[in-house]
C-alpha cells in the first residue's frame, strides 16, 4: 500500500510540474550536448520544450530533434558557448534575434545535474528592444533638426554681423559708431558659439578653450591694428552647455573690449592673457593685459564691473549672474586683471 502510495503522490507531483512547466510564459527547454568520437563537441539535442516556446520561435516539434536540423543558420560559436555551459558549469545570459518571427530574446542558460544537461529560459524582449530603437530614431532625428537650427541661426547672425558692420563703417566716428560696433561684436560672439555648436561631436556642448580663443582673436582682428596687440591662450580642455557658453563668450567679448579700449594706447603694443581653469567643480576665467592698469575716471566707471558704469559694465554684470558666478577685478601700473569663478554646469561630466 505505502508503495502505490508513493507511486500516485510521485504521478501527481509529475503532473503538476508538467502543468507549471506548460503555464510558463517564458519559453523553456531542457537539451543534452552531443559530442563526437574524440569527445569534442558537435551538436546538441533538444529533449524537452513547452508550449511557449514554439509561440517564441516559429519552431515547431522539436523534441528530440538537434541543432543542426532545427537551423539551417547554425551558429558554431553558440555551440561553443553550449559547451562552456554543459561541460563546465558557466551560467550564461545574451540576447538573439528570431529571423523567423522577428523577435528579440532574452536567453538564459545554466547546467543541470544529469551530465552534459543544461536548460535554457527565453524571455521576450522584442517590445524593449522596439523601444529602444524607436528612441534612438526620434533622438537622431531631434540631432538632425537642432544641427539644422544651429546652422540656419548661425547663418542668420552672420548676415546681422555683415550688415551691422556696413552700416558702423559708414558712421562717423563718435559714441554711436563705437556703440553699433560692440553690438556687432556681441552678434558675432554668438556667431562663433552656434559654428562650434554646428561642428561639435556633442549636442548641446561646446568646447570652451576653442570657443573663447576664437572670441577673443575675433574681438582684437575687429579693434586693433594687426599684430599689434597679442593674445596668450591656455585654457583647459572643457566642455561647456550651450546655456553657460553664451554667456560666457558674451563675458570675455566686453572684457576684451575694455582691455582693449582702455589699457593700451591707439598705438601701444600689449598682450593680454587669456585663461580657463576647472578647479573642482567650478572654472576660472582669467583675462589680464599687461596696459597701464590706470585709467581715468570716466573710463573707469564705465570699465568697472561693479560700479554704476555703462551699458558694458551692466552686460558684464549681468552675464556673471547667469554664470551664477563671482568677478574680481584688479588694477596696477603693470595691467589690470579680471577673474570670473563660476560653477561648471553638473549636465556634462
Not at 531542457?30 to 568520437?37: A, H, T, V
Not at 560692440?182 to 561642428?199: D, F, P, S, T
Not at 596696459?291 to 564705465?302: D, F, N, Q, T
Not at 549681468?318 to 558666478?325: D, E, N
Amino acid at each position: 500500500m505505502n508503495k502505490i502510495a508513493s507511486d500516485t503522490e510521485a504521478t501527481v507531483a509529475a503532473a503538476e510540474l508538467r502543468e507549471a512547466f506548460d503555464m510558463l510564459d517564458q519559453g523553456f527547454g531542457i537539451c543534452e550536448l552531443l559530442l563526437d568520437d574524440d569527445g569534442a563537441p558537435r551538436d546538441y539535442r533538444v529533449l524537452q520544450v513547452n508550449p511557449r516556446f514554439a509561440e517564441l520561435t516559429g519552431i515547431e516539434d522539436v523534441a528530440g530533434r538537434r541543432a543542426r536540423e532545427l537551423d539551417a543558420d547554425f551558429d558554431e560559436t553558440r555551440l561553443a558557448a553550449v559547451a562552456r555551459t554543459a561541460l563546465q558549469g558557466e551560467k550564461q545570459r545574451f540576447e538573439i534575434h528570431t529571423k523567423r518571427i522577428d523577435r528579440w530574446l532574452d536567453v538564459y542558460m545554466a547546467p543541470l545535474a544529469a551530465p552534459r544537461h543544461f536548460f535554457f529560459v527565453f524571455t521576450d524582449i522584442t517590445a524593449q528592444r522596439t523601444l529602444e530603437r524607436d528612441w534612438k530614431a526620434a533622438v537622431e532625428t531631434a540631432q538632425r533638426l537642432l544641427a539644422e537650427i544651429n546652422h540656419r541661426v548661425m547663418n542668420s547672425l552672420a548676415m546681422i554681423h555683415s550688415v551691422v558692420s556696413f552700416e558702423t563703417r559708414r558712421l562717423d566716428p563718435g559714441e554711436g559708431k563705437e556703440a553699433l560696433g560692440r553690438v556687432g561684436q556681441r552678434i558675432r560672439a554668438l556667431g562663433e558659439l552656434y559654428r562650434q555648436l554646428n561642428a561639435g561631436g556633442e549636442d548641446g556642448f561646446v568646447e570652451a578653450g576653442e570657443y573663447l580663443k576664437e572670441v577673443a582673436f575675433g574681438v582684437v582682428a575687429a579693434l586693433s591694428d594687426s599684430g599689434r596687440i597679442r593674445v596668450n591662450v591656455d585654457c583647459d580642455t572643457i566642455l561647456l552647455d550651450s546655456r553657460q557658453a553664451v554667456p560666457l563668450g558674451l563675458l570675455l567679448n566686453e572684457l576684451m573690449t575694455n582691455a582693449l579700449k582702455y589699457a593700451f594706447g591707439q598705438e601701444e603694443p600689449g598682450v593680454i592673457e587669456l585663461t580657463l581653469k576647472e578647479e573642482g567643480g567650478n572654472c576660472l576665467l582669467h583675462v589680464a593685459d599687461n596696459g597701464s592698469g590706470i585709467l581715468e575716471p570716466a573710463a573707469m566707471r564705465r570699465a568697472e564691473p561693479d560700479s554704476g558704469g555703462g551699458l558694458g559694465a551692466h552686460l558684464i554684470r549681468s552675464f556673471v549672474i547667469q554664470l551664477g558666478g563671482e568677478i574680481e577685478r584688479r588694477t596696477s601700473g603693470g595691467g589690470t586683471i579680471f577673474e570670473v569663478r563660476f560653477p561648471k554646469s553638473a549636465a556634462h561630466p
